[in-house]
């Protein structure tokens, strides 16, 4: 209907963009349903969608005729009165003879029958007072609610959190909190750390949320200031101001120039005149100021704050342009548009539009955001690993903010300066250019002082029990005996693992976190181990090394990142992340999660992928069926449609196993429109044309051509013609005297001849549309080229192995295949990497051009096969297109999945 409403197509599709993006950000935040309790679906067909539509028609067409009729009502309700009649008759003579059957008389007559119609002709019998049960209305089942999970509904008008997110952001504590939305609650609610069921673990209201988390947080160093300090006098006096706030509230919903209001305001002026403090507890905020000012806001989500201050008395003015100016009340205003997902702020032309499929970062402030890319220079980085920094740059970028790449350098067992500098050029082909590259080896040594750190604050200890026995021992939650050691001891071994030591290396640091949780990463996690390997960047200055787990929770917060984006394999160690930070009295950093990107027929595993290189099934690293970044770009993805394809996903936490037949028609769309146009005739099965009517060959006759048919801004470029003319003979079978075909680009020719050769002659102004044929071909010609095509299927011949199968069982060994064609001189001319399509059989990659001797691939043998690195020859490497047919009866040899 919008198609056919004569509106601009672009502005409808980017309108429906939107309310897809939409649906999906509240399917993401409500458990995949929409507001009215149905599950949304954003990849369902319009074919599945109506087959849906239609069953459901059906569904409601059957009831609707099962459902009865008035007439049969009308006769079940004369039946059901039937037998009320019966039943009562039979009431009133039990009641007439005292309830119980009368006794035989003397003279033995039977007693008469009791009829109906005397039995309704008595009067009739008072029934008993029927107790009615009171029905209890069943509660609305929320589902599971985890510890620190702040709910609250994103409907317009319904009560936000606001307390409870200011005090968070007051104390840089916000990314402690999670949040779902959830527009059946009429009220915030908390998760806690109880047990019981889902109400029992649940706190109501935003005052009791707010009092929970600042409680029950371990930083109490950062909460007990906003309770009131440490002694009872401080807590009670902030307790009695926030129950005069809440007194004046209910009393007239706190509205501008209501008596609960302006009663409020004079209260709060007396107080700051007269203590002559900067706010309402002393000269620190508290949670009193916190739930003050939350009660004098007419809209949280607006800033500066809409409330008329021009009226409050200038101690109060001051007092609330000191919390409203605080860069964490603007970051909890962030927080609550950015969670609902319903709008951004600020809402002015800072920022870019967000990508379709990405949702809004959380807490993000323009210029201030920091994401961090941590690859370990272990291997060379895969399409899954694209996605990570893609995601981590795109939201740098968008916020105005900064982009660290970090190579987490901490095992020299595995790193090499090999796959560092892989990385390093990596990004580049993916268009990522950091503001800064770090190495976590730059921070050893503050490393070893946090590990001291928590020695001495008895959090850590160190252990030698075997690794077998230790596995054992987490999984029973089981301390270790040396657990309790003393911090005396514990440094001890901790300076003897770090020496070098041989006795030293049976010992391990380990966090003392919790060994009965029922999250295994925080069983008492190891975090230091000796390991006599140098390492790449720093020798062997150190002897001992702290493991990722200790690593990057410091080393992000000294780095100053706000926002860390990890994948949700990841999930379980959140909670640890979390604890080294608050433990080591850090600064917390909010963690974004998103789901890993896994394609069909792919394994990303390093093992694996190291497996195929060292048993010469593939090329190399930079192989084309590799799922290495090197790998796919060198098969032809084009990095705009991958970063396109990838923002389209967004940060969604749904795991999905994705078709490479989706992504190709993507890049298809990004690299067709500026592919030029050649053709090829293939050296096997070619046939000869010969005109009667055009130049020898030697005469060097060329058409000016425009280089892509349908974009002429592409250029121009030269094409041979004369009388010979070469063809595919399968192009040609069956061709007839008197028949007109075309010739690609040049025009009309009517075969004259077909016994002993084919020969023709050229129409000019032929009809092109009455021809049945079509053929791609050349002039023959000493200038012709002959060209290497390389296509290529998938190294896995199963969509996606099951846990326990053996990926060696599934190897697709018809993975590769070649041909040699015969090219125009304009392909000399083509540049490394170009792309460019052969009419009638694809899009292809130039991989090695013409006159090059050698090749950046490796070489290989067995199913690894050669690539075109031998000889001088131009080498091309088909592009998928998404399509499961080929283009043309000159398709490739292979499945391209």
Known sequence: ALKKSGGDVDAIKATVAELIAAKTAYANANDGKLADGTP???????????????????????????????????????????????????????????????PAPKGGKAPEKVTAAAAAAAPPRAPPAKVQSKKKARPIQFGKVEPMQLIFSPNPGAKVPFVTILAATMTALDPDLKYKMDSRRTTPALGTHGTGTTADRVIQGDISCVKYF?????????????????????????????????????????????????????????????????????????????????????????????????????????????????????????????????????????????????????????????????????????????????????????????????????????????????????????????????????????LKSYAEWLIDAGLAF???????????ERMARQN?????????????????????????????????????????????????????????????????????????????????????????EYNDRDEQYAWFQNALKLRRVRIHGFARMNFMYTELSKRKLTWFVENGQVTGWDDPRFPTVRGVVRRGVNVEALRGYILSQGASRRITLMEWNKFWAVNKKEIDDRAKRFMVVSKEGATTITLTNAADPSKNVHLNIDAHPKF?????????????????????????????????????????????????????????????????????????????LFEFDNLINKPALE?????????????????????????????????????????????????????SAKGGSGVGGDLGEEGGGLVLFMIPDGKSKAMSTLGGKLEHR
């Not at 004369?78 to 039943?87: G, I, L, M, T, V």
């Not at 295949?817 to 399509?837: F, N, P, S």
């Open 40 to 102: 949304f679906d954003p990849n369902a067909s319009k074919k599945d969608k109506k087959k849906k539509k239609k069953d459901d028609a059906q569904k409601a067409a059957n009831a609707a005729a099962n459902a009865p009729t008035a007439e049969s009502l009308a006769k079940k309700e004369a039946k059901k009165a039937e037998k009320a009649a019966k039943k009562a008759a039979a009431k009133a003579a039990a009641a007439g003879n005292g309830g119980s059957t009368p």
């Open 214 to 446: 600042l409680r029950s947080h371990p930083r109490q160093d950062l909460t007990l200031p906003l309770l009131g300090g440490s002694d009872f006098k401080g807590q009670s006096e902030v307790d009695e101001w926030i129950e005069y706030v809440l007194s004046c509230k209910g009393a007239s919903s706190a509205t501008n120039n209501s008596i609960g209001y302006n009663e409020l305001l004079e209260s709060i002026n007396t107080a700051l005149s007269s203590n002559n403090t900067m706010y309402l507890c002393g000269s620190s905020i508290t949670l009193a100021d916190i739930v003050a000012f939350g009660a004098l806001n007419l809209d949280p989500k607006v800033h500066p704050c809409s409330t008329p201050t021009a009226s409050f008395p200038s101690d109060v003015a001051r007092w609330f342009s000191l919390i409203d100016s605080n860069p964490a009340t603007l970051k909890a205003r962030h927080l609550l548009c950015s969670i609902d997902g319903s709008t951004e702020f600020p809402a002015d032309d800072v920022l870019e539009p967000l990508a379709s499929g990405c949702h809004f970062l959380e807490g993000a402030i323009p210029f201030e955001v920091c994401t961090r890319f941590p690859p370990e220079p272990s291997g060379y980085l895969h399409i899954g690993h694209a996605k990570a920094v893609l995601l981590n740059d795109y939201y740098a970028r968008r916020y105005k903010g900064r982009l660290i790449v970090r190579f987490d350098d901490t095992n020299p067992s595995k790193e090499k300066e090999e796959f560092q500098q892989s990385i390093v050029e990596d990004l580049k082909k993916l268009g990522v250019f950091p503001d800064v590259v770090t190495y976590t080896s730059d921070y050893f040594a503050q």
């Open 462 to 472: 160190m252990d030698d029990t075997p690794q077998e026995e230790m596995q054992k």
């Open 480 to 568: 270790s005996k040396r657990r309790d050691m003393s911090v005396e001891e514990n440094r001890k071994y901790f300076d003897l693992m770090g020496s070098g030591d041989a006795e030293g290396a049976k010992w391990c640091l380990r966090a003392k976190v919790n060994m009965q949780s029922v999250n295994g990463t925080m069983r008492d996690p190891v975090i230091f181990r000796q390991n006599l390997t140098p390492h790449h960047r720093s020798g062997t200055t150190y002897k001992a090394y702290p493991t990722y787990d200790l690593a990057c929770p410091i080393v992000d917060s000294v780095e100053g990142v706000t926002h860390a984006l990890r994948t949700t």
């Open 712 to 788: 002429p801004e592409v250029g121009k470029r030269l094409l041979k013609i004369s009388n010979k003319v070469m063809v595919e003979a399968s192009d040609v079978d069956g061709v007839e005297v008197g028949e007109n075909i075309v010739l690609s680009r040049w025009g009309v020719v009517k075969v004259t001849k077909v016994e002993g050769g084919i020969e023709g002659e050229h129409v000019p102004d032929g009809d092109l549309k009455a021809c049945k044929r079509k053929l791609t071909w050349l002039s023959e010609s000493n200038q012709n080229i002959d060209v290497k």
């Open 803 to 855: 846990e326990g199968e053996n990926f060696k069982d599934f190897i697709n060994e018809n993975n590769l295949a070649h041909m040699v064609v015969t090219g125009d001189a304009g392909m000399r001319l083509l540049k490394q990497d170009e792309v460019i399509q052969i009419e009638r059989r694809g899009l292809y990659r130039v991989d090695k051009v013409h006159g090059r001797i050698g090749n």
